[in-house]
């Protein structure tokens, strides 16, 4: 059974970097698509990027392209999110998500509703 665990947040200033890793428990990440998603207080989750099966594909929200990098490490079965010039506004908790995909096809970015295996979550606060 896939497992996803989250690491990586913590207190950063406005302007800093922080990276985000998702460590998967499966045998390969070549059927599964995974995601990052956040949720702010009070807010709706929100889909960041995701990263596609074995093709590796990635896709962006398009407020957050340019800032926020989806990558792999298929050696590792890690997922990263590398956070650059933060903002208050990111403060959130962080997501990964994974779903089975068998097809070889760019992911969708979405709030995560198809999305059914999900980490614990790992809080970013951007603050001065």
């Known amino acids: 059974q896939l497992q996803l665990v989250e690491s990586g947040g913590g207190l950063v200033q406005p302007g800093g970097s922080l990276r985000l890793s998702c460590a998967v428990s499966?045998?390969?990440?070549?059927?599964?698509?995974i995601g990052w998603f956040r949720q702010a207080p009070g807010k709706e989750r929100e889909g960041i990027a995701c990263?596609?099966?074995?093709?590796?594909?990635?896709n962006y929200a398009g407020s957050l392209r340019g800032r926020f990098t989806i990558s792999r490490d298929n050696a590792k079965n890690t997922v990263d999110l590398q956070m650059n010039s933060l903002k208050p506004e990111d403060t959130a908790v962080y997501y990964c998500?994974?779903?089975?995909?068998?097809?070889?096809?760019?992911?969708?970015?979405?709030?995560?509703?198809?999305?059914?295996?999900w980490g614990q979550g790992t809080q970013v606060t951007v603050s001065s």
């Open positions: 499966a045998a390969t990440l070549d059927y599964y698509n």
């Open positions: 998500a994974g779903k089975t995909e068998l097809l070889f096809r760019n992911c969708v970015l979405s709030t995560g509703n198809d999305y059914d295996t």
């Open positions: 990263i596609s099966n074995s093709i590796g594909s990635t």
